[in-house]
């Protein structure tokens, strides 16, 4: 159990284009999901908590009206890097977290890894 | 100070030896504790999680927490080439809601 997929694994896309990345939990509800970015060599970064229904939260530093973030459903997250630049390319990966009763755990998708030309 | 430290490393190990992987994080009310292995390339995959003082073990994984001295240790024996990968420590601070803290991460390297 316990399974995060995310669509696509990878991308490749062109300076000043959007992209919609994609996060579901498959065999659980998420009521949590936390979108991480992660530079070549580099640790885990926050980018923003999204919640079911409401408005994501973003971290210090990440760019609300860039990175869009929506949490339609109790299974399904969406980030969209809106006129994504070469600097974005990186690797980004989602994960949920199953709510009051699931525990405390936070389980990974399998991540996405964007490249911007 | 970090709120979850970790030695970036390498550690490295011969196989067949026991890895021992350290953390330490700075909020005296966490409750929960987690670690996640990440091969290169790769997400993060839960190893183990563990919420009292003490130790949790899990095959040749044996999670250790010690809320006093606010560490959590995590040894793994008969050590294998493919258990080469960057292991994160991540911690729930007190009041933090559904989020984990991580730290940066010990790469572990085992060496044939």
């Known amino acids: 159990g316990a399974v995060v997929s995310q669509h696509p694994s990878r991308v490749i896309c062109k300076s000043g284009t959007s992209v919609k990345i994609e996060c579901r939990s498959l065999?659980?509800?998420?009521?949590?999901m936390f979108w991480y970015r992660q530079f070549p060599k580099q640790s885990l970064m926050l980018m923003a908590t999204?919640?079911?229904?409401?408005?994501?939260?973003?971290e210090q530093g990440v760019e609300k009206d860039k990175f869009l973030i929506n949490h339609a459903s109790l299974t399904l997250s969406t980030l969209t890097v809106t006129s994504a630049h070469p600097e974005d390319s990186s690797f980004y990966i989602c994960?949920?977290?199953?709510?009051?009763?699931?525990?405390?755990?936070?389980?990974f998708g399998p991540g996405t890894r964007l490249t911007v030309l | 100070q970090k709120e979850v430290e970790q030695n970036s490393g390498p550690l490295s190990v011969p196989e067949g030896a026991i890895a021992s992987l350290n953390c330490t994080y700075s909020?005296?009310?966490?409750?929960?504790f987690f670690w996640y292995r990440q091969y290169s390339g790769k997400s993060p995959e839960l190893i183990m999680s563990?919420?009292?003082?003490g130790d949790k073990e899990d095959g040749r994984f044996t999670a250790q927490l010690n809320k006093a001295s606010q560490y959590v240790s995590l040894l793994i024996r008969d050590s294998q080439p493919s258990d080469s990968a960057t292991y994160l420590c991540?911690?729930?601070?007190?009041?933090?809601?559904?989020?984990?803290?991580f730290g940066g991460g010990t790469r572990l390297m085992v060496k044939p």
């Open positions: 999204s919640n079911e229904g409401s408005k994501a939260t973003y």
């Open positions: 994960s949920a977290h199953p709510g009051e009763g699931g525990g405390d755990e936070q389980f």
């Open positions: 563990i919420y009292s003082n």
């Open positions: 909020d005296r009310g966490s409750q929960s």
């Open positions: 991540a911690v729930r601070l007190n009041n933090a809601g559904n989020m984990l803290t």
């Open positions: 065999d659980f509800q998420a009521t949590t």
